[in-house]
């Protein structure tokens, strides 16, 4: 038996319609300057091309501008400056400046907004929430039906080894070309869409390479306050097209300030910790020899809880440097009151920004409020000290092919935490470098 | 990044305090920077010797740098973001973070920074950080082995990870467990005895066990784990090392008659964490208040007063009609006057003039801005000079939008946090 849930979704584009109307569209060409193969053809969108991490000496990119100190990068200015523009251009829903914004009293600092537009009025449709794993399908909306005048820019690996940026390419449908557009209903400035592989039409699910694009985007803007989101189906993503959430706003969130207790480092150096004293329980992701190690880390782990169809949400945070991972109940168990107050528990709410629709919860929102309804989507402790210990199964056995068995005996032991300082033993933590790693003199 | 002139970096202090203060801080035994949020980059425009010797770089190059130079891959960046919100907050604070030297070793130290405010301007000009390294204590037993059986099979951990000398020294990103080795007694006594990795000799098991029999070499190195606290001595020496800079910080302003002060006196016309986030953006514009009398000038770019020719303090609290002059076209007045009364953006190209009475075409953009209320907090105004080029081949328009959005997310989200008003 299915399950479903009755939800108003938020619109993205403002080419979304019902499927209805979609389906007696589809007949001829459209007319609308979208994505697809009637009007892709002499496309042209600016086109910003980022360095791979190998061709850079050292960590120097990663250390260049990870600061709120440091000047505007041109990614993040690029950014900034096209989705101004296209808010002068009316393509927005709403002013999202205009919407009145706090930092809630108490020790976590949660965030609320009271926007009353961002939803939809009309009749709510209907999206099969209960498996994280569905195929792509193309008559239900997705990004390729966006309308060109939403894309920002195209965003792609150099590949000559430097930052380009162009102002008008041409859309090349053979390259794969991935794209960065506006949400028409944002949450914050500068609220866009990262969909990789735009015109491959990837259903919503991790793999490496996109998420190594998603973590490229966060390092080349540069600013620790523009953060990148994933939503998996089921937990609750809107759009079966694969895609990633950013927007700025430069207040710490509540996630990044609560504390973690360091569980584990793999053999490729990413250093893996459990958030504590928070309602949903989660993990974060650190370190890494390379940034490839660390992309394939979460992608990994992604993949493992995709595959064991447990939702789940990820925030990329720190200009790439810290990963949130936070797996979520199956909706089947989570309370009707919460459904209903629709407030979905996405990675933002959970990270601790939540929108409000009535001025009432707006006014009366607070630090317990806030928190019981994270709670309610946490795994339970002993769930998530089931699903933490199959995730190091899972990125340990895919660095078993590389790493030595002193490596992967270290990754499977589960020693409690030493009292006070809330750390693994450190034993397993020698047990995990192997002879063989090299170590980098710092420059 | 380029560092910004030296000029404005000893203007920033020799304006605040006499020259005798140089010296009266010179005097101090304690590590400690001291940085002004104001200028582009929020860089460190003065270094306590005792700082230059702990961290191991000359005084040239520190000041006008950014204190994250000292940050490196194993710096917990929670704290790292502790200390940025501290800032953003116009606060103090206090916390322990792994630094590192300029020959690349890591070091614990006791991060303790505190707010210097103009009494006149009623915001940060100042933040004062001073940094105690945390000493270690002999380790404890584990596994029923001595510290001699810890010694060895940490000397076989930095065998297996380290193959020179050199590397040694240099302690690695990945390699993050080097054990502290330290002996008790008077040796502690000395503060400069702790963390000097460079005086560490390769170890293998002759030497160790030579090391033993005459324990005569001082070995440490720093284990760098998760955390490590300060003792309540090391907390005692930071709140003293800050005392005493903030005394002869307050002392010596008040002979330059821009009194400092350790806590906010009056309100603020844009927080220092304003100020800092507009800092990063390089163009050319300035903020105007629409609430006050004749709407003035309350944040000027280092970029508009080079393209203007103006400093500081002759347009702060000024309407922008000083940039008009007898050939500007009073239509283009009038459209900016009924933007701003709209509540519209628009664009104008206005004929400009600076201080040197030189006039040039100015491709002018205002916005307004609003901040967490959802009300407009200031009007912006983007300059850029006709026919200027950017590198990245972005058009003025394009140039300007992205000027326009940073400052509406600097202005949203800085007044966002109740704890700042």
């Avoid at chain 1, 009749?123 to 309308?147: C, H, I, W």
């Avoid at chain 2, 630094?99 to 070793?105: I, Q």
């Avoid at chain 2, 709140?239 to 603020?268: D, M």
């Amino acid at each position: 038996m299915m399950l479903r849930i009755k939800r108003v979704p938020t619109v993205v584009s403002n080419y979304q319609k019902d499927e209805g109307e979609d389906a007696a569209r589809r007949g001829g060409g459209c007319g609308r300057n979208c994505l697809q193969k009637c009007c892709i053809p002499g496309a042209k969108l600016p086109l910003y091309t980022f360095k791979r991490a190998e061709e850079i000496p050292g960590d120097k990119c990663v250390l260049e501008h990870d600061d709120n100190q440091a000047p505007v990068a041109f990614l993040d200015s690029l950014l900034l400056g096209q989705w101004e523009d296209r808010m002068q251009r009316g393509l927005f829903r709403y002013d999202v400046t205009a919407c009145e914004t706090k930092v809630i009293p108490g020790r976590c600092g949660f965030m609320a907004q009271l926007n009353e537009g961002r939803h939809l009025k009309k009749r709510p449709t209907e999206f099969r929430v209960d498996k994280v794993l569905q195929p792509f399908d193309g008559n239900k909306f997705n990004f390729t039906k966006v309308g060109q005048e939403e894309v920002l820019f195209q965003f792609d690996a150099s590949e000559d080894g430097e930052v380009q940026f162009f102002p008008d390419a041409p859309v090349d449908a053979d390259s794969s070309p991935s794209v960065v557009a506006i949400n028409v209903s944002p949450i914050e400035y500068g609220h866009v869409l990262l969909i990789p592989r735009i015109l491959e039409c990837l259903p919503q699910r991790i793999d490496r390479e996109s998420f190594l694009l998603a973590l490229y985007m966060a390092i080349e803007a540069g600013n620790p306050y523009f953060r990148l989101g994933y939503n998996s189906l089921g937990a609750f993503a809107t759009i079966n097209h694969l895609h990633f959430q950013a927007y700025y706003l430069a207040v710490p969130f509540p996630i990044e300030k609560a504390p973690t207790r360091k569980v584990t480092t793999l053999g490729d150096g990413v250093k893996i910790s459990e958030l504590f004293d928070y309602p949903v329980r989660g993990l974060v992701f650190e370190g890494g020899n390379t940034l490839q190690d660390l992309s394939n880390a979460v992608s990994d782990a992604c993949i493992f809880l995709q595959d064991n169809n447990i939702p789940h949400n990820v925030l990329i945070a720190d200009c790439g440097k810290r990963i949130f991972l936070l797996p979520q109940q199956a909706l089947g168990e989570v309370s009707s009151e919460l459904l209903d107050t629709q407030v979905n528990p996405a990675v933002w709410e959970i990270s601790g920004h939540m929108v409000l629709k009535r001025k009432k919860d707006y006014e009366e929102a607070s630090e317990e409020n806030a928190w019981r309804l994270l709670a309610e989507v946490s795994l339970s402790e002993e769930r998530f000290e089931e699903v933490k210990a199959l995730i190091f199964e899972a990125c340990s056995y895919t660095l078993s092919e590389k790493e030595d068995e002193h490596l992967t005996q270290g990754a499977g032991d589960d020693k409690p935490p030493l009292e006070g300082t809330g750390s693994i033993n450190k034993g397993r933590n020698c047990n995990m470098v192997s002879g063989t790693q090299e170590c980098l003199v710092l420059q | 990044m380029e560092p910004p002139q030296l000029g404005l970096i000893e203007q920033s202090f020799n304006s605040r305090y006499s020259n005798w203060a140089r010296e009266a801080l010179d005097e101090l035994p304690d590590n400690f920077t001291i940085t002004d949020p104001c200028i582009s980059g929020h860089p460190i425009v003065f270094a306590s010797r005792g700082f230059l010797k702990m961290s191991g770089y000359s005084r040239d190059q520190v000041v006008g740098r950014n204190g994250r130079m000292f940050q490196g891959p194993n710096t917990c960046r929670r704290s790292v973001m502790e200390i940025r919100e501290a800032i953003r907050e116009e606060r103090g604070v206090e916390i322990s973070l792994l630094n590192y030297r300029k020959d690349g070793t890591p070091f614990w130290m006791l991060f303790r920074m505190a707010p210097v405010f103009g009494k006149d301007e009623g915001r940060v000009i100042h933040f004062v950080a001073v940094q105690v390294p945390i000493l270690r204590r002999r380790q404890r037993r584990r596994n029923g082995e001595g510290l001699c059986g810890e010694i060895l099979s940490n000397s076989c951990r930095r065998e297996v990870c380290s193959s020179s000398s050199v590397e040694l020294a240099g302690v690695s990103a990945a390699d993050s467990d080097c054990r502290v080795q330290a002996m008790e007694g008077s040796v502690w006594q000395h503060v400069d005895n702790y963390v000097f990795p460079k005086d560490c000799k390769p170890l293998d098991g002759f030497q160790l066990i030579s090391f033993l029999q005459f324990a005569l070499v001082l070995f440490t190195s720093l284990e760098i784990e998760e955390k490590c606290e300060a003792s309540d001595t090391e907390k005692q020496l930071a709140a003293t090392a800050i005392s005493n800079v903030l005394s002869v910080l307050t002392h010596y302003s008040e002979s330059t008659g821009r009194l400092v002060c350790e806590k906010r006196f009056g309100p603020s016309l844009v927080s220092s964490s304003l100020h800092i986030s507009l800092g990063r953006i390089k163009q050319s514009f300035v903020l105007v208040d629409p609430h006050l009398p004749d709407i003035p000038i309350v944040y000027a770019s280092d970029a508009f007063l080079r393209m203007t020719g103006y400093a500081r303090n002759e347009v702060l609290g000024q309407n922008c009609r000083f940039l008009t002059g007898v050939d500007t076209d009073p239509s283009a007045l009038h459209q900016i006057k009924q933007s701003i009364q709209a509540q519209q953006a628009c664009s104008v190209r206005i004929l400009h003039y600076r201080k040197d009475k030189s006039s040039f075409w100015n491709l002018l953009h205002i916005s307004p801005v609003r901040n967490a209320t959802g009300k407009i907090a200031y009007f912006v105004g983007v300059q850029i000079e006709e026919g200027s080029v950017d590198r990245h081949g972005l058009s003025p328009e394009m140039r300007q939008l992205s000027v326009v959005g940073s400052i509406k997310v600097a202005v949203r989200s800085s007044s966002m946090s109740y704890s700042i008003h």
